[in-house]
């Protein structure tokens, strides 16, 4: 781009989706080792804002030591006759974009979960300041977003300072999210759609509702709508929600059309409400994953800030990837922590009925919308760090999840002594004990089929499974 020439690495949307490995990683900004981190958008009055303005609070790239990660924030502050407070967390999200189309430098995530790295490559090449990052910044936005007529830029690395407005932003973030609740799904006849993340996740497609925000957590209904007003052909669109098909699952004909188109035929059909059958598609910015538990047929929760392992084993980044990249994958659900307040959360799989476990700080953050009846009965990782732990706490406190647990036929195969081994050998081969051209199979929890099935065995024995149920008092 010619209005780059003073930047010295290349700008463009060729470099979205770029990942830098630890490996070839200059520094560090945010991420998983840093607590405090977080990007804000302000709109203020025109005498307040100085266009151009680039500022660094504490050390700049150059001063920084190869390989270490820092606490960042990212303060971005506009003005413009037409601009509203409710654009705030549109611009915000849109330092996304712009930042990865910088040559080596890669933004994830959104809010106060922001993780950004520099490539050695492109600091070699002379990317030693963040005032050529804020170059790049204001010259994108003023040019993609002409309803921005001033705006200063801010990049704070003193670790004190960081702090200190991180929670300031905490503040705000749930100040915006406030406003966007209590407006109903059934009240509207527009959704909106967001493929900000599909240079990451080609086939996916965000449907933002009153009701269920963005999977990033950072763009309510309100905040899409502005932006399709203000920027039409930009990555956020107007759905014609259609018919509703189903409503407890959050079945929309409007929607199914444009995912469609969105995906370019890859996903064909959303149910809003549910993790199973046609669960909404996850990019990779998600706040936290949804998880289904088979051994008690509830669901996990965990956020991407825990460090450790959920109650299954597993760490958010393996449960991540198994939902990330536009899938849709029965029984993981790319969610954000706001989605977790709406009265349509996993509605159709019983809401929090059928949630079993979640960190303590997502518990702590969301306590309020939990029913009360529930709130106890809903394990954190201080009272299971496992699944047999997991069920004796669901137990002793009767969670509903309980009563599902019901005796179930499976098939078992069984060992065959030496000497039938060998009669069998010499007996002429099988023939398939059953073929289908289409086997639905459950086990678990889980549907699985098998297209032009043939199954050979030797034994199928049906077994009753020891019940769950608690013994009652």
């Known amino acids: 781009m010619s209005m780059f020439q003073d930047i010295p690495v290349d700008v463009g949307v060729i470099y979205e989706g770029e990942r830098i490995r630890r490996k070839d990683m200059h520094v560090e900004l945010g991420g998983p080792d840093i607590k405090e981190k977080f990007e804000l958008a302000r709109v203020k009055r025109m005498e307040e804002v100085e266009d151009g303005k680039i500022s660094i609070i504490g050390p700049d790239l150059k001063d920084m030591e190869e390989g270490k990660s820092y606490h960042f924030g990212i303060l971005i502050e506009v003005a413009g006759a037409k601009l509203e407070p409710e654009l705030e967390g549109v611009i915000e999200r849109r330092i996304h974009a712009y930042c990865n189309y910088i040559e080596g430098f890669m933004h994830l995530n959104q809010r106060y979960d922001i993780w950004l790295r520099l490539s050695k490559k492109s600091y070699q090449k002379g990317l030693n300041s963040f005032q050529y990052i804020g170059k790049v910044l204001h010259r994108l936005f003023k040019s993609e977003l002409p309803i921005i007529e001033k705006m200063q830029v801010t990049f704070i690395t003193d670790a004190e300072k960081v702090r200190d407005l991180y929670n300031e932003a905490l503040q705000i973030y749930e100040a915006r999210d406030a406003r966007a609740r209590g407006l109903k799904d059934e009240e509207v006849d527009k959704f909106y759609g967001c493929i900000l993340c599909q240079s990451f996740a080609p086939t996916h497609c965000c449907v933002i509702t009153p009701q269920r925000y963005s999977n990033c957590g950072a763009i309510s209904w309100f905040d899409a709508r502005a932006s399709a007003n203000i920027d039409p052909k930009g990555p956020i669109f107007e759905i014609d929600s259609g018919e509703l098909l189903d409503p407890v699952k959050g079945e929309y004909s409007g929607v199914n059309e444009a995912v469609k188109k969105r995906t370019l035929g890859e996903i064909t059909k959303v149910w809003l409400y549910t993790a199973f059958g ?188 020891k019940s769950e149920k608690p013994e009652k008092r």
């Open 278 to 465: 046609y669960p909404h598609t996850s990019c990779g910015c998600f706040e936290g994953v949804a998880f289904y538990i088979p051994e008690v047929d509830g669901f996990g929760i965990v956020h991407r800030g825990y460090k450790d392992v959920t109650v299954n084993g597993l760490a958010f980044s393996t449960l991540a990837d198994s939902t990330a990249g536009g899938r849709q994958v029965d029984g993981f659900h790319g969610i954000s922590i706001e989605y977790m307040r709406s009265p349509k959360f996993l509605q159709a799989d019983g809401g929090y009925k059928r949630v079993v476990w979640m960190p303590k700080e997502v518990k702590e953050r969301v306590k309020n919308f939990i029913p009360a009846e529930l709130a106890d009965k809903i394990a954190t990782e201080e009272e299971a760090k496992t699944i047999d732990e997991l069920k004796a706490f669901l137990k002793e406190r009767n969670h509903p999840v309980v009563e599902s647990w019901k005796e179930e036929a499976v098939a078992i195969a069984e060992a065959v002594p030496a000497e039938a081994e060998a009669r069998e050998e010499a007996a002429p081969a099988m023939v398939p004990t059953i073929t289908a051209a289409t086997l639905p199979i459950t086990a678990g929890g889980y549907k699985i089929i098998l297209k032009d099935a043939k199954i050979y065995a030797k034994r199928v024995i049906i077994r009753s499974v």
